[in-house]
C-alpha cells in the first residue's frame, strides 16, 4: 500500500506555508524587483512541487487516462502554437498596464505551463474531457455575460464597451479601446491558463484538495478559504491585477468542484484562468470606454458565480460526501500513478 494524500495535519501546514511564503516573498525587495510582483504565485508552484515529490506523491497535473498508445509530439507543437498565438497576437497594442503585468517571474511561469498543457495532450487522449471544457468556460464566463447584459440595459456603461476594434469616435484615434475586451480576454486566458496550471492548481487544487477521486466537500472550501487568505495578501501588498477578495474565494471555490468533478487539474486551470480573465478583461475595457467602474466586484458577477458555486458543492456533496478520505492516505495497488512529471 502507498500513501494517497496529504494528512490532515501536513495540508494544514502547507496551507500556511503557501500564505506565508507569498507575504515574505513579497516583502523582500531583492527578490520582489528581480522577478517582479509574480514572485507571489511563484512560490505557490515550487512549494507543492516540494511537498508533493518530497512526500513520494504524483504531482497529477495532467489526469489519469486515457492514454495514447504513443506520445504525440503533434499535440505538444499544436498546443504550444495556439498559446504562443494567443499571446503574441491579442497581446498587441495592450494597454501598459496589462503589457507590464508579464515580468520574468510570469515569463517562466507561462512556458513552463505551457509544457505541462503541451504534454498533457501529447500523452493523454482529451476526446472524453472536452464536455467538461466547454462546461468550464461557460461556467466561468456567465456571470459576466449577466453583469454586462445588466449593465446596458440599466445604466447604459456597456453601450460604449469596446468589444474587438477600436471606436475612436470620442478619444483619439491612437488611445481609443487599448483594452478591446475579447483580445485582452483571449491575451489574459492564454496566460492565466499556463501560468495557474503550474502554480494555484497545484497548490490549492491538487496539494490542498488531494486526489479528486473521493475528494469531499470539506477539502474543497478549506482550499477555497486558504485561497481567500492568498487573495488577501497579494492585495494588501499592492500586487499587479490582484483578484478581489471575495471573487477569488468564489472562484476558488468552484474550481475546486470543478476539479474534483472531472478529474483534470486542466479543467480546473481553464476555469480559473476564463473566470479572472473575464473580470479584468471586462473592467479594463469599462475603463478603457470610458464608463465609472468601481473598485467593488459588482453585486451580479459574485451572486451569480456564487450560486453555480452552491450548485456544484451540493453535487460535490452527494457524490463524495463531506469528509470523502480526509482520514484515508492509502490507495489501492491497482491505482495509476499519473505523476506528469
Known amino acids: 500500500m502507498s500513501q494517497r494524500d496529504l494528512p490532515l495535519w501536513a495540508r494544514a501546514v502547507a496551507a ?11 516583502s523582500t525587495d531583492a527578490l520582489r524587483d528581480t522577478l517582479g510582483d509574480s514572485v507571489g504565485i511563484l512560490c505557490l508552484g515550487v512549494i507543492s512541487v516540494f511537498i508533493l515529490r518530497g512526500m513520494h506523491l504524483p504531482l497529477s497535473v495532467w489526469p489519469f487516462g486515457p492514454w495514447r498508445k504513443s506520445f504525440q509530439v503533434v499535440a505538444v507543437i499544436a ?19 496589462l503589457a507590464s503585468s508579464i515580468d520574468a517571474g510570469m515569463a517562466v511561469l507561462v512556458v513552463t505551463g505551457a509544457l505541462f498543457w503541451g504534454f498533457a495532450y501529447g500523452f493523454v487522449k482529451q476526446r472524453s474531457f472536452l464536455p467538461w471544457y466547454l462546461i468550464a468556460v461557460i461556467i466561468a464566463i456567465l456571470p459576466y455575460l449577466v453583469n454586462l447584459l445588466l449593465s446596458i440595459g440599466g445604466d447604459g456603461s456597456g453601450d460604449s464597451l469596446c468589444i474587438w476594434t477600436r471606436q475612436g469616435a470620442a478619444v483619439e484615434a491612437e488611445s481609443a479601446c487599448q483594452a478591446a475586451m475579447l483580445p485582452t480576454l483571449m491575451f489574459l486566458v492564454a496566460v492565466g491558463a499556463t501560468s495557474t496550471l503550474v502554480t494555484a492548481e497545484l497548490a490549492f487544487r491538487r496539494l490542498l484538495i488531494g486526489q479528486p477521486q473521493k475528494a469531499g466537500l ?7 478559504v486558504i485561497a481567500a487568505a492568498w487573495y488577501a495578501v497579494l492585495g494588501l501588498m499592492d500586487v499587479s491585477f490582484p483578484a478581489p477578495l471575495v471573487l477569488g474565494a468564489v472562484g476558488a471555490l468552484n474550481a475546486g468542484c470543478i476539479y474534483v468533478l472531472s478529474r483534470s487539474l486542466l479543467v480546473s486551470a481553464l476555469y480559473s484562468a476564463v473566470f479572472m480573465a473575464s473580470y479584468w478583461a471586462l473592467t479594463l475595457s469599462l475603463l478603457d470606454a470610458g464608463a465609472q467602474v468601481g473598485p467593488q466586484v459588482p453585486l451580479s458577477i459574485w451572486l451569480t458565480a456564487l450560486g453555480i458555486g452552491i450548485g456544484l458543492a451540493a453535487i460535490v456533496a452527494k457524490q463524495n460526501g463531506l469528509f470523502g478520505d480526509l482520514k484515508r492516505h492509502e490507495q489501492p495497488r491497482e491505482q495509476p500513478d499519473a505523476s506528469g512529471d
Not at 500556511?16 to 513579497?26: D, I, T, Y
Not at 495556439?82 to 494597454?95: C, E, K, T, Y
Open 79 to 97: 498546443v504550444a502554437v495556439v498559446i504562443a498565438g494567443l499571446i503574441l497576437l491579442s497581446g498587441m497594442n495592450q494597454p501598459p498596464v
Open 218 to 224: 470539506l477539502a474543497v472550501l478549506g482550499a477555497a
Open 16 to 26: 500556511g506555508l503557501l500564505v506565508f511564503a507569498s507575504w515574505w516573498l513579497l
